[in-house]
C-alpha cells in the first residue's frame, strides 16, 4: 500500500457532541433569510462568541503542550497537516471537516493520543468582510478555540447542503510559504546577545510556515436551480512551538458573504451554548465586538455566501 493510501485510510473526523447536532436541526429557521430577501429580517445578533472554558485554571495546564518539539517532528507535523488539508478540502461538503490522523498503526485504537490533530485547541479563524457591516458586527469578525472552529465548519457544510446540491470544492492553488529570512535574526533586537541568537536562530529561523490555499466551490441552487459558486482565499498559519495551525485567516470571499449569513452563525451557535451574550468575554474563545488593533494580514470567519 502507497503512503498517500496508508494516510488518507487513517484521516479522522472530528466527533461532534450532542450539542452540536442541534444546529442541524436550527439551520432550517434562517435558510428563507439566507436563499433571499427576507420579509422582516431580525436584528443581527451580538457577534461576540465566545466557546467553552479550556480548563485555563492550574498551573499545569498548557494548551500548546508540554514537551518541546525538535525540528523533525515540527517539519512533519507540518507536513502533515498540508497533506491533510490537501487531501479533504475537496470532499468537505461529503466527509466534514477532518482534523486528525490516526497514528496507531493498527486497526484498534484504545487511546486519544493515537489521533493527532493538525489544529491548535486555540486555533483563532478571521474574516474581514470588504464592506463593513453595521453595528454590532465589528469590522474584523473571529471566533477563537477548537470548538467554535469546529461548529462553524459544521454550519457552513450543512447550510450550504440544504441550500445546494452538488457542492464541490476544487483547489486552484496551494502555496507553502517559510521564513522570510534565513537568519530568522531581528535586526531591531537591541543590544542581541550571543544566546539571543542562538535562540532565535534555533526556533524562528526554520520555524515559520504558513500555507496559501486558494479554492473555488461550487452547487446548483436547489429552488432557482442556477449555478452559485465563491472564490476563497484562505491562509493557514502553524505554531512555531506545536507545527499546529494556530491562525486560519480568510484572506477574502467573492462574492462576499451576506450579513445575514453571520447573523444565522451566531444564532446557530447560540443555540448550542457556544455563543455569548453581548458584552461578555468568554474564556475559552471569544469573538470581540470592539474594534482589534490593525491585523497584519487579511482576516476570516467562514466560507459561504
Given at each position: 500500500m502507497s503512503l498517500r493510501a496508508t494516510v488518507a485510510s487513517r484521516l479522522v473526523r472530528p466527533a461532534l457532541s450532542p450539542r452540536c447536532h442541534a444546529v442541524i436541526r436550527h439551520l432550517s429557521r434562517h435558510y428563507a433569510s439566507l436563499d433571499g430577501p427576507a420579509t422582516s429580517p431580525?436584528?443581527?445578533?451580538?457577534?461576540?462568541?465566545?466557546?467553552e472554558p479550556q480548563r485555563t485554571a492550574g498551573p499545569s495546564s498548557k494548551p500548546e503542550g508540554p514537551r518541546e518539539l525538535s525540528d523533525q517532528e515540527w517539519e512533519i507535523r507540518t507536513g502533515r497537516a498540508i497533506y491533510v488539508l490537501q487531501q479533504t478540502l475537496p470532499t468537505f461538503f461529503s466527509t466534514g471537516l477532518i482534523s486528525s490522523v490516526d497514528t496507531s498503526g493498527s486497526n484498534s485504537r484504545t487511546k486519544e493520543e493515537d489521533e493527532i490533530s493538525i489544529y491548535s485547541p486555540n486555533i483563532r479563524l478571521e474574516y474581514r468582510p470588504p464592506t463593513q457591516f453595521p453595528p454590532p458586527f465589528p469590522r474584523t469578525l473571529h471566533v477563537e478555540g477548537l470548538p467554535l472552529y469546529l461548529a462553524s465548519s459544521a454550519f457552513v457544510r450543512h447550510t450550504l447542503n440544504a441550500l445546494y446540491t452538488d457542492l464541490r470544492v476544487e483547489l486552484r492553488r496551494v502555496r507553502v510559504h517559510g521564513p522570510r529570512s534565513s537568519s530568522g535574526l531581528r535586526p531591531d533586537t537591541p543590544e542581541a546577545t550571543p544566546e539571543t541568537h542562538q535562540q532565535q536562530g534555533k526556533t524562528r529561523s526554520i520555524r515559520e510556515k504558513s500555507l496559501f490555499i486558494g479554492l473555488v466551490v461550487r452547487g446548483t441552487n436547489r429552488v432557482s436551480k442556477a449555478e452559485g459558486g465563491w472564490e476563497v482565499n484562505s491562509t493557514y498559519t502553524f505554531s512555531p512551538t506545536t507545527g499546529l495551525i494556530h491562525l486560519h485567516n480568510i484572506d477574502s470571499i467573492h462574492p462576499a458573504p451576506h450579513e445575514a449569513f453571520f447573523s444565522a452563525l451566531q444564532a446557530a451557535l447560540n443555540k448550542i451554548g457556544l455563543g455569548g451574550p453581548?458584552?461578555?468575554?468568554?474564556?475559552?474563545?471569544?469573538?470581540?465586538?470592539?474594534?482589534?488593533?490593525?491585523?497584519?494580514?487579511?482576516?476570516?470567519?467562514?466560507?459561504?455566501?
Open positions: 431580525p436584528a443581527p445578533p451580538s457577534v461576540r462568541m465566545s466557546a453581548q458584552g461578555e468575554t468568554g474564556a475559552g474563545g471569544v469573538a470581540r465586538s470592539s474594534a482589534p488593533s490593525p491585523p497584519q494580514r487579511s482576516p476570516s470567519v467562514a466560507d459561504r455566501s
